[in-house]
């Protein structure tokens, strides 16, 4: 697929998600959690349900792969930058952690989790935390900005990886943190899933191998570059709907889907730029 095809499908993706008001990571089509679905799936990959009850309502989609605020020990007063920021769940949480002299922007290139993220910051009060419409290869952010970058479930989708990072690199203050929730792979996927679009918005077939993704962050420039952890998610992340709807249309067996459970790893990774 050219890169330009990649993003249509992706933002295509993610402004169908955005209008029905949920999904799971995982294709525009199959699956549309309602808020109580996607609160049970947040739960499961790092969010107390202390910290989804602090958010707007409709400010979680389901849409991450771990909780990058719980990592990036954000202080008060701090400038946050949250990578492909969705409906705004981190961008929220972070402004919270931040508190009324910090500043939180998201970024997001779909249209309709932009309008979503807006409203919610307008349902919410939160007077620090812009929503920008752009790119994450082409950050709409000066140099220097930034004191941490959070990131969930956003970067596999770029067709672009290097480019994010150094454009995280440029935004971020010397000793910025980079703190990023993200699927990479423990091995290379089957040629069906590696083709397949519903895959590639469902955040599976984007992703690259742990260390392609450690390489292209240290190149970028940043030092003490390590993984806090990495699990196995892709049961979490796709409700059993959607992770059947991908099965038939791809037309694998469950043995493969069980190999392709082991290859497919949400990991908290952790950078600094330096100081
Ligand atoms: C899986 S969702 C995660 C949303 C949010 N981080 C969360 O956890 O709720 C991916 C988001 O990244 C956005 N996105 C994907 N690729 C992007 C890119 N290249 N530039 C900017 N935003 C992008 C999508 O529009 C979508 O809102």
Known sequence: MEDRDVKKIVREGYGAIAGKGGS???PAEPCCCGASKADEI???IGYSMEELKSVPEGANLGLGCGNPVALASLRKGE???DLGSGPGLDSFLAANAVGEAGRIIGVDMTHEMLEKARENARKGGYGNVEFRLGEIENLPVADATA???ISNCVINLSPDKERVFREAFRIL???GRLMVSDIV???ELPQQVRESAAAYVGCVSGAVLREDYFRMIEEAGFENVEVESAEYPLKMMFDDDTAEAIMAGLDISQEEMARLERLVVSAKIKAVKPA
């Open 173 to 175: 203050k010397p000793g």
């Open 185 to 187: 792979l423990e091995g």
């Open 24 to 26: 799971c990571c995982g």
């Open 42 to 44: 947040s739960s499961q």
């Open 147 to 149: 004191d941490a970058i």
């Open 79 to 81: 400038t946050v930058v």
